[in-house]
């Protein structure tokens, strides 16, 4: 299988974005909804949970891990190669960087996300890493995610949040803005109306999707090791807050959640 | 000491009040960041850690327990009192209910809060039980917690995203309302405009801290042992987001955290 995991339910747009690119691997889900959210919390900690919840994936037979929360791949991802060299990590922050590099004209790059993963500068320092004469700037939204989750998607209210925090980034004449978080994806329309129709706007749940496919494609040999079929399983470490409203925005459907702590 | 423990930073509001009723008196405070929110957990999760949080207050040499948090009173504070027998447990519920009580002229009352709050009835059942006769309306407000963090206490969104919640309680001619959530009390005034003059805003904080005060006065064996003085200690279980603000909301002034998570 696939395991893929988050701090909660967002990684479900992730999952959309594999189903799209890659329908009929299974996957196996873990979102760690006892502890979420990730983004407000600190880098030991959301190193020490990466950890244990890739050692739990391991387990239950996976044979690829995607880190499909932001706050993870920003703090925990090196530290997760480092000790599982043997099994290939996948995480939100270089595939969007490397489109985002690719798409843009002016070099001016916008990235918002949680407080988390803005603090953490990853997205910034992989961008600089590749190319130095790069400009960016970035804004931590941390109202986006209760605004999804609440469901608030093409409110009044939601479009008035999303232009507190980014006119300022319009301003700077960014010309690419990567979606840091994977519950933003979810207001992406809203977003876009906002910031313009000139301004591209980087899905970094995509930037993966597609990646992964290539990465199957080059290598048969994990490619074949991945059970196939449609037996996907989502586990949750407590019950997910409004999981039938966020399963119905990415799949038009609910899912059946396991709810088990096993930490 | 007077232990004190919260999911997070919103028991700070607790603390202010106490201040206000018992200021010589010495605080340990607890808040579960490591964990928070609370309110949109399960109940064995929330009972299990506000178990575990009591046991290690009551090692730190505290007297009296607050249970600052509504989502812990809510689902935990009876097992607490039947686990702690010999220690007096506070919780946030009871002291706001006969408060409310006291108040209301027509009878109905309104309650906000958290979704695991709402969702778990406590007002409603503790009212129901001492007045049969109430009418309540409840809401759950989850975009209330990240907008104090945020520390958008006065701005226009803030007042749109209240009226979106509140107007259909105002709509059911209530004349009182608790806030029932730790974190809303940072919100009173813009609440007030919204909600009109009529309704009375029950604090749960305040009518805790004025319960307390009364115990204290009527318990002196309770009273003596605790250490009077103003070393205050305000544990964190991981690093709190914005405490400077919610602090300085609060008492204004900074409060200087000790980070350790002990679970």
């Avoid at 080059?218 to 074949?224: A, D, I």
Wanted: aromatic share 10%.
């Amino acid at each position: 299988m696939i395991g893929i995991f988050d701090s909660g339910v967002g990684g479900l747009t992730v999952v959309k974005e594999i189903f799209k690119y890659l329908s009929d691997y299974q996957i196996t889900y873990f979102g760690d909804t006892a502890r979420l959210p990730y983004g407000t919390k600190g880098a030991n900690f959301v190193i020490r949970y990466s950890k244990k919840i890739t050692r739990w994936l391991l387990k239950k037979g996976v044979k690829i891990i995607v880190v499909a929360c932001n706050t993870s791949s920003a703090w925990a991802s090196d530290s997760l190669k480092k000790e599982f060299k043997n099994i290939p990590i996948f995480e939100m922050i270089s595939p969007a960087v490397k489109e985002a590099i690719k798409t843009t004209r002016n070099k001016k790059i916008g990235i918002i996300g949680t407080p988390g993963t803005i603090k953490s500068g990853a997205y910034k320092k992989k961008l600089i890493k590749l190319d130095s004469d790069l400009k960016f700037f970035s804004t931590a939204c941390p109202l986006f995610v209760p605004l999804v989750e609440e469901g608030w998607i093409d409110e009044k209210v939601t479009k008035e949040i999303i232009k507190k925090y980014l006119l300022p980034l319009k301003e700077k004449n960014i010309d690419t803005l990567i979606l840091g978080c994977t519950h933003y994806p979810l207001l992406k329309e809203a977003i876009a109306e906002v910031i313009g129709k000139k301004v591209k706007i980087i899905n970094p749940a995509e930037s993966l999707a597609k990646k992964l496919k290539e990465f199957l494609e080059n290598r048969p040999e994990v490619k074949n090791k991945i059970k196939k079929g449609s037996k996907h399983k989502f586990f949750f470490s407590d019950e997910p807050y409004n999981l039938g409203k966020i399963s119905h925005l990415c799949f038009n459907k609910r899912i059946k959640p396991i709810i088990k702590d096993p930490f």
